[in-house]
């Protein structure tokens, strides 16, 4: 074993094998989820952050214009998120979005990507 990888530098599990039509749905579900939670956000007057979408891409605009790019990657069955503080990718692991390089769940990672380009705490949660 060697000490030059930091433990938290675990790969995540086997993929959950996924159909091309769930992989779509539990992917488009995801993106339909952090849109509703971003308009939610402007409703209440939390935060101005301007999302688009095209197909299954996701952008999402910050109020200092930095921004954060969901981004499905279909012929893996992955989800590519990149931030400022770098790019990262995740595949379906029992029932959550895993890191695969660190095991860190989507949800959680989105959540402390967003609350540092924000400048304050934001959750992005898998549940309604």
Not at 21 to 28: D, L, M, N, S
Not at 57 to 74: C, H, M, V, Y
Not at 86 to 92: A, D, L
Not at 113 to 122: F, H, V
């Given at each position: 074993?060697?000490?030059?990888?930091?433990?938290?530098?675990?790969?995540?599990?086997?993929?959950?094998?996924?159909?091309?039509?769930?992989y779509?749905?539990?992917t488009?579900?995801?993106?339909?989820?952090?849109?509703?939670?971003?308009?939610q956000?402007?409703d209440?007057?939390?935060?101005?952050?301007?999302?688009?979408?095209?197909?299954?891409?996701?952008?999402?605009s910050?109020?200092?214009?930095?921004?954060?790019?969901?981004?499905?990657?279909?012929?893996?069955?992955?989800?590519?998120?990149?931030?400022?503080?770098?790019?990262?990718?995740?595949?379906?692991?029992?029932?959550?979005?895993l890191?695969?390089?660190t095991?860190?769940?989507?949800?959680?990672?989105?959540s402390?990507?967003?609350?540092?380009?924000?400048?304050?705490?934001?959750?992005?949660s898998?549940?309604?």
């Amino acid at each position: 074993m060697s000490l030059d990888h930091p433990a938290a530098a675990v790969a995540a599990p086997a993929a959950t094998p996924l159909t091309d039509v769930e992989y779509a749905a539990r992917t488009r579900a995801v993106l339909d989820r952090i849109e509703a939670q971003v308009d939610q956000w402007l409703d209440a007057d939390v935060i101005d952050i301007d999302s688009h979408r095209s197909g299954g891409l996701l952008e999402l605009s910050f109020p200092d214009r930095s921004k954060i790019i969901i981004n499905t990657q279909a012929p893996l069955q992955e989800l590519w998120l990149a931030a400022k503080a770098g790019g990262y990718h995740f595949r379906f692991v029992a029932g959550a979005w895993l890191d695969t390089k660190t095991s860190s769940e989507f949800h959680a990672h989105l959540s402390s990507l967003a609350s540092a380009q924000a400048g304050k705490a934001l959750t992005f949660s898998a549940l309604e």
